[in-house]
């Protein structure tokens, strides 16, 4: 019994050893939409949304107005994007799955609403969405009830809501 002890407690601290050897901590820095970064960015949003997102266009709308970029290490941990500065619409605001916890969709909104001072900020987000959560907590509030707003981009057995809220952060 005592030799099975000891190759548990060995295996153990080796994988011990090796899990903390393998997850080093990094910081998570914030930046501007760039190019190298769409492959990744593409990747995530079709995780998070649906398959065909693409972002290339905010390359050229003032993005960094309205991109961030959460990168850890080399990898895209969150994305958030406005249509534009003029509109302060945000289109997408992704977090990578595993990392919902890090604050990164907070850092992110908080983030695009301080380079949008003195502009509503407005956005559609399906009714059974954790993300309400975020956008209470930033004083965003209901304007209107969308039936059927995510009909087109859902697939069939998502468990998302087709419905939507359109919500209004007041700056002005």
């Known amino acids: 019994m005592s030799d099975i ?3 548990h407690a060995l295996s ?3 994988c ?10 990094a910081p998570i820095y914030y930046e501007t939409l760039q190019a190298h970064h769409l492959p990744q960015v593409h990747d995530l949003l079709s995780r998070t949304f649906w398959s065909g997102i693409n972002v290339t266009d905010s390359l050229d ?3 960094e107005r309205c ?3 959460a990168v850890y290490k080399r990898l895209i941990v969150g994305v958030a994007i406005m249509s534009s500065p ?9 977090v990578r799955a595993g990392w919902e916890n890090a604050k990164i ?3 992110m909104l908080h983030h695009l609403i301080e380079l949008n001072p003195h502009t509503d900020v407005t956005l559609h987000v399906s009714v059974n969405n ?9 004083g965003f509030k209901a304007e209107e009830f969308i039936a059927g707003f995510y009909e087109h981009f859902l697939d069939p057995l998502s468990r998302l809501s087709r419905n939507a809220f359109k919500l209004r952060l007041r700056q002005q």
């Open 5 to 7: 002890r000891q190759h």
């Open 61 to 63: 709308h003032f993005p």
């Open 86 to 94: 003029q509109e302060a619409y945000i289109t997408y605001l992704a």
């Open 105 to 107: 969709a907070t850092r």
């Open 12 to 14: 153990w601290y080796v």
């Open 16 to 25: 011990f050893f090796h899990l903390r050897k393998a997850t080093s901590t």
């Open 130 to 138: 954790p993300a309400m959560l975020l956008y209470n907590r930033f």
């Open 67 to 69: 991109t961030v970029v």
